[in-house]
């Protein structure tokens, strides 16, 4: 059982900064890709950032400059750093991590974690 964990969620004014945690727990080998996909009112679930097992990252045309996407593989955590937040990310954040465990490798999801922009 392979749960992800996420933190780092809230309100802040445009212009302000976040940081999201996602944490990996449970029968771990090792974790593939890591990265985190929002969803805004009234809009389809988007990729926000991706970080693969070799460190590469790619990022959505809308945060790029302005997110920073990483993770620590010793604590099975992917962090996503927000900067110059504007109302427009406003979105439930998600986290997505390729996990491979003894049997298998599968694709699981965080809860989401609401961020909020204001104006």
């Known amino acids: 059982q392979v749960q992800l964990l996420e933190s780092g969620g809230g309100l802040v004014q445009a212009g302000g900064s976040l940081r999201l945690s996602c944490a990996a727990s449970?029968?771990?080998?090792?974790?593939?890709?890591m990265g985190w996909y929002r969803q805004a009112p009234g809009k389809q679930r988007e990729l926000v950032a991706v970080?693969?097992?070799?460190?590469?990252?790619n990022y959505a045309d809308s945060v790029k400059g302005r997110f920073t996407i990483s993770r620590d593989n010793a604590k099975n955590t992917v962090y996503l750093q927000m900067n110059n937040l504007k109302p427009e990310d406003t979105a439930v954040y998600s986290c997505?991590?390729?996990?491979?465990?003894?049997?298998?490798?599968?694709?699981?999801w965080g809860q989401g974690t609401q961020v909020t922009v204001s104006a």
């Open positions: 997505q991590a390729t996990v491979r465990t003894y049997y298998s490798t599968l694709n699981y």
């Open positions: 449970g029968s771990i080998a090792s974790i593939n890709n």
């Open positions: 970080i693969l097992s070799g460190g590469s990252t």
